[in-house]
Structure formats: C-alpha cells, structure tokens
C-alpha cells in the first residue's frame, strides 16, 4: 500500500500538496526528519540517494545536501528553516545557493498530525511562479511518490528512534 493519500496542485496559489499517512506515532514520524541519518534514506529517489552533509534543525538553521545519481553525478541542495515546532511542523526556504535557479520552489512546509492509525505528514511545497510550477511540480511530485515508500522502510524498522543532538 502506497503512503501517499493525495496529491494537490493549485495553480492559482502556487502550491503543490501532498498528504501521506503513516502506521507509527507522530513522535516517530517527526523523528525521520530530525535525523539526517534516517533523512538521507528517504529524500531522495531510490535511484539518486541523498547525503547531507549538514542538518541544523532550528530557525535560521540550514540543512545541505547532496543526491548522488547512478553514474556518480551529484546535485546539491539546501535548505533554510524559518520555523521548527518539534513534533507538529517545520518550515523552510530553498537555500540561497539555489537562488540564480528561479525554478527551483521558494518554500516548503511539512506538518505532522497524529491520526487514529498513526499519523499523517502533510507537504506544502510553494513556488516562486506559474512557470516554476509547471517546470518542477511533476518532477517533485514523481520525487516524493518514489520517496515515501522509502520512508515506510525507515519508519518500519523497530528501534530506530533518533538520537536527539
């Protein structure tokens, strides 16, 4: 069974949602993304797995990264967090070193919420144009359907909790 439960593109906000569900606690689910270790093994598509290489999960913290593709070539990435509510939610903007690619997406937000099955991320991710949208919604979308069967691995794994650094 797939995670993701929806998948919303709202042209007119410039959002791309998507909504997956999760058979673990809420704690646990906020655990993979607090933990660059559990993190790197779901953010990128199994084919491009992703290293990162910093993770300051606190406002005005970075996270950056790499995905390393099948022949060896990389891409970097990174991120800015302008909001961080342990265990409910967390926000950020794509780094600056991604600025002079206007495509890339301005914003993302992720919120976790427990469910009566265990609980659900939701993913807002907002870009700076129509065009932008058009240019990387798919591909971000095929990105996180490809990512978060991964992340039902890491959740599955029993004792994996995070160390809280």
Do not use: C
């Not at 993913?123 to 932008?132: K, N, P, Y």
């Amino acid at each position: 069974m797939m995670p993701i439960t929806s998948v919303t593109k709202d042209a007119a906000k410039l959002t791309l949602t998507v909504v997956a569900d999760f058979p673990v606690p809420q704690n646990r689910l906020w655990d993979a993304f607090a933990d660059p270790r559990q993190l790197e093994r779901f953010w990128g598509p199994p084919t491009m797995p992703a290293t990162f290489t910093r993770h300051e999960f606190k406002v005005g913290g970075r996270a950056e990264y790499f995905l390393t593709g099948p022949k060896g070539e990389k891409w970097s990435g990174s991120w800015k967090f302008t909001a961080v509510n342990p265990m409910s939610s967390f926000e950020a903007q794509d780094g600056e070193d991604n600025a002079e690619d206007e495509n890339m997406p301005s914003s993302m937000k992720f919120a976790f919420d427990a469910t009566p099955t265990g609980s659900r991320m939701t993913s807002v991710t907002r870009f700076s144009s129509v065009e932008a949208m058009e240019q990387t919604a798919t591909g971000m979308e095929e990105g996180l359907r490809a990512a978060m069967p991964q992340l039902d691995a890491v959740l599955a794994e029993r004792g994996a909790s995070a160390a809280h650094a």
